[in-house]
């Protein structure tokens, strides 16, 4: 059937006008699958340049809007390091087709990205700062997550000194508010106790 | 406003758990890494406010006490508006003992020496199925002679117990808010609610038999009323007739993609009320002739509808099952079923008689009807558990009355409700635009 109908086709149609229509379509498409591989240039700040797929890059809304500016040229990063950028360009690639669903990465955290962040601790407070600072929600989302549940179980003094936080409430400010707030239970898993 | 406020009441209870702090099993390593603070001293601030966003209510609240900084971030619109847009949903449910409502018909005038029933502190029990904890919230600043019938986007709806016009209450336990709703136009008994709220407008409909007449059949019909933050609102303006022939025996509304849905017996259907078109229709049960104790949940934007199906004539084994309504919204796929020998386990403990369902997100919670007794079962991960005993009704102060029956709600605990303050432009007769 295909058959009859190109044949049809090709009687009813003037040459010429074909020729002009196959041209076009190949350079519709040639232009079409240029767009789909075009490549961002990023250099990092050890002047480190990345070639990373347009698609994945801006993921990072930091580095889309930085594009926007450069118009093709390199798109300078002077504060991300290039072994954590090669880290979160790998993250990119594999969640560049998953959407804007953050519920889903809390998901993909336990699942196929549980290994990802067990990484050093320096690494890690690494990736937290650059997903911020590149402004890649999805990936700051399960960094954040992977933190909480990393302090989850520190009790309140801990957390102070973790963060070298002052303890600013006096002594009656502070068993006030001890007095308020709720513990966990007997025998279950806490969160940060007092 | 002052960071540091101690007039605020805050909502949770605390108990002196002398034991808490010997909490130290193999798992504290794991889940309490040591951590270099030369390195986590240096997080910027915004950054930090991302994660306690983050923080499930119970630990945000006791992170509270870390500084003043910290303390006053619930009421800092800046912070809160970060939580609106990050925080992660926490499919949470919220339990309250079951109070003998029919007593409310045939009570004429005010309860003089009712003791039990001039609440003025209604408690609820607050379960995480994540983590499996207990919690206790205290509603301080609900008035007596309401009950809890609904819960949608952190806010609990609460309902009048007197027969008459129904006057809806919306509270935020986390924040003590308060809101009350217009009341009803018509008279009803026990009528089933629904709620839905999201972050930008309030959804409620109020079915079931109105009092036109002690004489008359029952006249089933609804109510809603809506109100959003695009300026529209309907004050119970729209009314709905339900089909002929309903029993809707007073249950809850769940709600699933602009309607709400609700069992219907004798025979089993479900009622579903399209909240834009403003009308009811029936959807077939799936197996109705062999359901028992069935209940709709909300399971993941989707509804499914969870009963025990006992064939006796039949070689079918009894069992639970899960079934999906698709998304034609008229058949239903069986989704899951409850394994065999926890079954028999189950119907041991039910001994016939019934339970009801709630669920959320990825969990559901099955009650069993005159008992403590509930089983949480997370549709992700296919596990089945039996809940431990809510630890304040079984050693605590509560479980003075006696009876442990709990009726629960599928609840999120939410730090900010803005959308509430919607309601605040109805109390004024005439809205003013001061700003």
Not at chain 1, 34 to 52: G, H, L, W, Y
Not at chain 2, 389 to 404: H, I, K, R
Request: aromatic share 12%; charged share 20%; glycine share 6%.
């Amino acid at each position: 059937m295909a058959f009859t109908w190109s044949k049809t086709i090709y009687m009813g149609l003037d040459p010429i006008f074909l020729t002009e229509l196959s041209i076009s379509i190949i350079i519709f498409s040639t232009i079409a699958s240029s767009k789909k591989s075009r490549v961002s240039k990023i250099k990092t700040a050890d002047n480190e340049i990345f070639e990373v797929e347009e698609a994945v890059a801006t993921m990072s809304n930091t580095i889309k809007i930085m594009a926007g500016d450069c118009s093709g040229g390199v798109i300078p990063l002077n504060n991300v390091h290039s072994t954590i950028f090669a880290r979160v360009i790998e993250w990119c690639k594999k969640h560049v087709d998953d959407g804007e669903d953050l519920e889903y990465y809390k998901g993909a955290l336990k699942n196929c990205d549980a290994t990802f962040f067990e990484v050093d601790q320096a690494v890690l407070y690494h990736l937290l700062t650059t997903a911020n600072s590149l402004d890649i929600k999805p990936l700051l989302h399960q960094g954040c997550q992977r933190f909480v549940d990393m302090i989850n179980g520190k009790t309140v003094e801990e957390i102070r000194q973790l963060l070298h936080i002052k303890n600013d409430f006096t002594n009656e400010e502070e068993d006030e508010t001890r007095k308020k707030l709720w513990s966990s239970v007997v025998g279950m898993n806490s969160f940060i106790l007092l | 406003m002052d960071a540091f406020n101690t007039s605020m009441p805050l909502p949770f209870s605390y108990t002196f758990t002398i034991t808490s702090s010997s909490c130290t099993t193999s798992t504290d390593t794991i889940s309490n890494p040591w951590m270099d603070s030369r390195i986590w001293s240096k997080l910027p601030q915004r950054l930090l406010d991302r994660v306690i966003a983050f923080l499930p209510p119970p630990a945000f609240f006791r992170a509270r006490s870390v500084c003043k900084r910290w303390y006053g971030l619930l009421f800092s619109s800046s912070f809160l508006e970060l939580y609106m847009q990050i925080s992660p949903r926490h499919h949470w449910f919220l339990f309250f003992k079951h109070k003998a409502l029919k007593s409310y018909i045939y009570r004429n005038t005010t309860p003089s020496g009712g003791n039990g029933d001039n609440r003025t502190n209604f408690v609820g029990y607050l379960f995480d199925p994540y983590d499996i904890a207990w919690y206790r919230l205290s509603f301080n600043s609900v008035p007596s002679g309401f009950s809890p019938a609904s819960s949608s986007g952190g806010l609990v709806c609460w309902v009048s117990d007197e027969a008459g016009t129904k006057t809806l209450i919306l509270c935020n336990p986390l924040v003590g808010s308060l809101s009350q709703l217009p009341p009803t136009l018509r008279p009803r008994l026990f009528p089933s609610i629904g709620l839905t709220v999201s972050p930008t407008s309030i959804d409620v409909a109020v079915a079931g038999d109105d009092l036109i007449s002690p004489y008359a059949v029952k006249n089933l019909s609804t109510e809603s009323f809506h109100i959003d933050a695009g300026g529209f609102y309907s004050i119970w303006g729209s009314t709905s007739s339900l089909p002929r022939l309903c029993s809707l025996e007073s249950g809850r509304m769940v709600y699933v993609d602009g309607k709400f849905y609700c069992m219907n017996y004798s025979p089993f259907s479900v009622l579903a009320y399209d909240i834009a078109a403003n009308n009811w229709f029936k959807i077939q049960a799936p197996m109705r002739r062999f359901l028992r104790s069935p209940s709709l949940v909300e399971s993941r934007g989707k509804l499914n509808l969870v009963a025990a199906v006992e064939k006796s004539k039949l070689n079918v084994p009894k069992s639970l099952r899960l079934w999906g309504l698709q998304a034609c919204g008229t058949t239903w796929v069986e989704i899951e079923r409850m394994p065999l020998q926890l079954y028999m386990q189950f119907a041991e403990v039910e001994g016939g008689n019934g339970f009801d369902c709630v669920g959320h997100g990825e969990f559901i919670v099955i009650m069993i009807r005159g008992s403590d007794r509930a089983l949480l079962f997370d549709i992700c991960r296919k596990r089945w558990q039996w809940i431990p005993p809510c630890p304040y009704l079984v050693s605590g102060s509560d479980n003075n009355e006696g009876e442990a029956e709990l009726h629960g709600l599928a609840y999120e605990p939410r730090l900010a409700t803005p959308v509430i303050s919607l309601l605040d432009h109805l109390t004024l007769p005439f809205p003013s635009f001061n700003g």
